[in-house]
């Protein structure tokens, strides 16, 4: 859900009052993630990688970054944006900022972080 939607619907003031934080993946990976999905999952679809890479298909991979706001210029509506490529080091980031211990065992997984190396 949009970081938006849930400033809707629990209100600006609320909102504003907690540390609001997302993880954004590497946008190729987003779309290889996504084609792996659909050739596992859906009978009817058959593209090949690079048709589906030309196709509509691809924009539901590579949606709009879900921390900002599509009613305002797509300003960024939360406090930190942690990237995938440096989870172990952003999830620290974010601990220290909430008071927790930045040591804290963190399980990790990471078997298809580079999908889409393979494929591209």
């Known amino acids: 859900m ?3 939607m849930i400033r809707n619907r629990v209100g600006k003031k609320l909102f504003d009052g907690y540390l609001v934080f997302c993880f954004e993946r590497n946008p190729w990976a987003k779309v290889v ?35 900002t706001d599509p009613l305002r ?12 490529e440096n989870l172990e080091e952003d999830i620290a980031k974010v601990m220290k900022k909430i008071g927790l211990p930045e040591e804290l065992d963190v399980r990790i997984n990471t078997a298809a972080d580079d999908n889409y190396r393979k494929i591209l």
């Not at 084609?35 to 593209?47: E, G, I, P, T, V």
């Not at 210029?73 to 995938?84: A, L, P, R, T």
């Open 73 to 84: 210029n797509y300003k960024v509506i939360v406090d930190f944006i942690g990237y995938y």
């Open 33 to 67: 993630s996504r084609y792996l999905y659909y050739k596992r999952f859906d009978k009817n679809f058959n593209l090949s990688f690079r048709e589906f890479v030309k196709s509509n298909w691809i924009y539901d991979a590579l949606n709009f970054p879900q921390y």
């Open 2 to 4: 949009p970081a938006w």
